[in-house]
Each structure stands twice: as structure tokens, then as C-alpha cells.
T-cell receptor, first 114, second 112 residues
Framework: GESVGLHLPTLSVQEGDNSIINCAYS??????FIWYKQESGKGPQFIID?????DKRQGQRVTVLLNKTVKHLSLQIAATQPGDSAVYFC?????????????FGGGTRVLVKP | EAQVTQNPRYLITVTGKKLTVTCSQN?????MSWYRQDPGLGLRQIYY???????DKGDVPEGYKVSRKEKRNFPLILESPSPNQTSLYFC???????????FGSGTQLSVL
């Protein structure tokens, strides 16, 4: 399949444990943040998003935390499953500024060990 | 089924031979966008469209054209492809900018 990234940081996690994936964003004007999951040979799949007026948002088995002070975003996956093995990307954007685009991070590969 | 459909899935071509990658969405989305994905560089936006007949450049628009004559379609055109355009391309759409972005399955392009 396609190579998403040859030298991605990798997080190895035991099945059933919790995973934490971190992301530093660059633009202090960004007010919209998203996490995507990409499996081999597939397009990115939306996981969860958060706007800058929040610092935490929960979904099904996932939680996103936003720390605007240090421009840091994290994704927590509870009870990690084999199907969670993928590359995870954070993305940032601005809902107010011109240029309606998402800027993606480089990605983190998550490997779930049985 | 709600989806973003890209064609072709794989394409091998030669330098200078014009090509079009099609993208269609069936969700009546206003916002559509093209990205390329390269190892070590991640996903970078090529062009986007806020609605019919409204398009604008992203971060890496050189060598590409787009059109948005209909709401559902957003083709990516390479008038004279070059080897540095060898990449994995994704089309994406959302109801409006700032909402959940749906991605297609990708087009792997090789320019020889």
C-alpha cells in the first residue's frame, strides 16, 4: 500500500491499555482542531474535533484535550483495540481567518500489541 | 451511502501528458478541497472551493488547476504533469468550512 510516512514517530501500546497521542500546533490564531485516523490504503477518517472555546471534548472511547497556553493538543484512546492501529494526524485551522484550510501535523503511528 | 468518490485509484503517466483526477460527493456539501500526501511532508492543501464557482489556492497550488461548475464535482487538473507531482492525492468535502471533513480513498499518481 501507499507509504504515509517512512519515519513517523511510533507509539506501541498493549491491547486494552489507554493511548495518548500528542500534537504541538504552530499557529496561535488557530481556533479549530481535529484528529484524523488513517489506515493503510485509506483516506483520513474523522475522529473528533474541538474548538478553541473548549479545553476538553469526549467521544466514544476518545477524548481530545486542548491547551492553548502551550499550543498543545492530545488524543486519548481508552482501552485500545487492534482496530486502533493506524496513523493519527492532528490538524489545525481558523474559522475566522481567510484561507479556509486545515494544516496537518506529520502524524503518529500507533501499533497495538495483542 | 454518503461518500467522496475519486477516480482513478491508481494512475501512471508520463511527463507533460495532461490528466484529470475526478472527485464527486453525494452529500450536497458546499466545501471541497484537494490535498496531496507525501512521506515526511504530511497532507498539504492544493486548492479548495467554498461553493460553486468559488475556488482558491491552498499551500501548494503550482502545477494544478481546479474547477467547480457543479456542487458535487471538483476535478483536479494537471495540465503538464512533472515527476515532482508524483504523490497520493485526496479529495475532501464538508457541509461548510469548519465542519467534519470527509475524505475520499485517494489517488496514487506516478509521473514518469
Amino acid at each position: 500500500g501507499e507509504s504515509v510516512g517512512l519515519h513517523l514517530p511510533t507509539l506501541s501500546v498493549q491491547e486494552g491499555d489507554n493511548s495518548i497521542i500528542n500534537c504541538a500546533y504552530s499557529n496561535s490564531a488557530s481556533d479549530y482542531f481535529i484528529w484524523y485516523k488513517q489506515e493503510s490504503g485509506k483516506g483520513p477518517q474523522f475522529i473528533i474535533d474541538i474548538r478553541s472555546n473548549m479545553d476538553k471534548r469526549q467521544g466514544q472511547r476518545v477524548t481530545v484535550l486542548l491547551n492553548k497556553t502551550v499550543k498543545h493538543l492530545s488524543l486519548q484512546i481508552a482501552a485500545t483495540q487492534p482496530g486502533d492501529s493506524a496513523v493519527y494526524f492532528c490538524a489545525e485551522g481558523s474559522l475566522k481567518a481567510a484561507g479556509n484550510k486545515l494544516t496537518f501535523g506529520g502524524g503518529t503511528r500507533v501499533l497495538v500489541k495483542p | 451511502e454518503a461518500q467522496v468518490t475519486q477516480n482513478p485509484r491508481y494512475l501512471i503517466t508520463v511527463t507533460g501528458k495532461k490528466l484529470t483526477v475526478t472527485c464527486s460527493q453525494n452529500m450536497n456539501h458546499e466545501y471541497m478541497s484537494w490535498y496531496r500526501q507525501d512521506p515526511g511532508l504530511g497532507l498539504r492543501q492544493i486548492y479548495y472551493s467554498m461553493n460553486v464557482e468559488v475556488t482558491d489556492k491552498g499551500d501548494v497550488p503550482e502545477g494544478y488547476k481546479v474547477s467547480r461548475k457543479e456542487k458535487r464535482n471538483f476535478p483536479l487538473i494537471l495540465e503538464s504533469p512533472s515527476p515532482n507531482q508524483t504523490s497520493l492525492y485526496f479529495c475532501a468535502s464538508s457541509r461548510v468550512w469548519g465542519e467534519k471533513l470527509f475524505f475520499g480513498s485517494g489517488t496514487q499518481l506516478s509521473v514518469l
